[in-house]
T-cell receptor, first 115, second 115 residues
Framework: DSGVTQTPKHLITATGQRVTLRCSPRSGDLSVYWYQQSLDQGLQFLIQYYNGEERAKGNILERFSAQQFPDLHSELNLSSLELGDSALYFC??????????????FGPGTRLTVL | AQSVTQLDSQVPVFEEAPVELRCNYSSSVSVYLFWYVQYPNQGLQLLLKYLSGSTLVKGINGFEAEFNKSQTSFHLRKPSVHISDTAEYFC?????????????FGRGTQLTVWP
């Protein structure tokens, strides 16, 4: 158990809908990262937050957005869902702002299925 | 930009045999390298990481990896595998500069250990 929790574990929804994925980092970790794992693209970095502020953006679609709240949990919002958004979404956390010396601890993921 | 190539998508081996999972990276700057393991229905767990110093890195569960700058490789090895090592293994390179903190993953290698 990494200490990172993600809810829900599974999510099934229809095209055009909007969903919210939730992540609670390890106790004391300030950085949260979101990754998408799909058969087409593999594991891809989406976005990083540090202590409530966006720090880095990767291959995140405009239909997707995220935020980190004062209690440090994070939410990833996916809207106007398409079939191709079906994937496993991972959240990871680390202690600091993404220094290379920090290990990223991954949660168990949320499997999103868009029908 | 950084990228990672895992040369084998699947590696089948018998129990107690040695194994090597190959990883090559490309980067215009010095890198930080990682190996993660993903067991079925779980998140990613860090096996080991190379930041600097000794090119031979030892990780958990008896795994080790060797950083070879001239060949831009970071191959993962274990002298004797167990059934419980069956999992997917991901090589990743850590971003530098403006991409500091994010990880760039390879497509993964499925290691299957047979009795």
């Amino acid at each position: 158990d990494s200490g990172v929790t993600q809810t829900p574990k599974h999510l099934i929804t229809a095209t055009g809908q909007r969903v919210t994925l939730r992540c609670s980092p390890r106790s004391g970790d300030l950085s949260v990262y979101w990754y998408q794992q799909s058969l087409d693209q593999g594991l891809q970095f989406l976005i990083q937050y540090y202590n409530g502020e966006e720090r880095a953006k990767g291959n995140i679609l405009e239909r997707f957005s995220a935020q980190q709240f004062p209690d440090l949990h994070s939410e990833l919002n996916l809207s106007s869902l398409e079939l191709g958004d079906s994937a496993l979404y991972f959240c990871a956390s680390s202690a600091k702002t993404g220094q290379h010396t920090d290990t990223q601890y991954f949660g168990p993921g949320t499997r999103l299925t868009v029908l | 930009a950084q990228s990672v190539t895992q040369l084998d998508s699947q590696v089948p081996v018998f129990e107690e045999a040695p194994v090597e999972l190959r990883c090559n990276y490309s980067s215009s700057v010095s890198v930080y390298l990682f190996w993660y393991v993903q067991y079925p229905n779980q998140g990613l767990q860090l096996l080991l990481k190379y930041l600097s110093g000794s090119t031979l890195v030892k990780g958990i569960n008896g795994f080790e990896a060797e950083f070879n700058k001239s060949q831009t490789s970071f191959h993962l090895r274990k002298p004797s595998v167990h059934i419980s090592d069956t999992a997917e293994y991901f090589c990743a390179v850590g971003g530098r500069g403006s991409t500091l903190g994010r990880l760039y993953f390879g497509r993964g290698t499925q290691l299957t250990v047979w009795p």
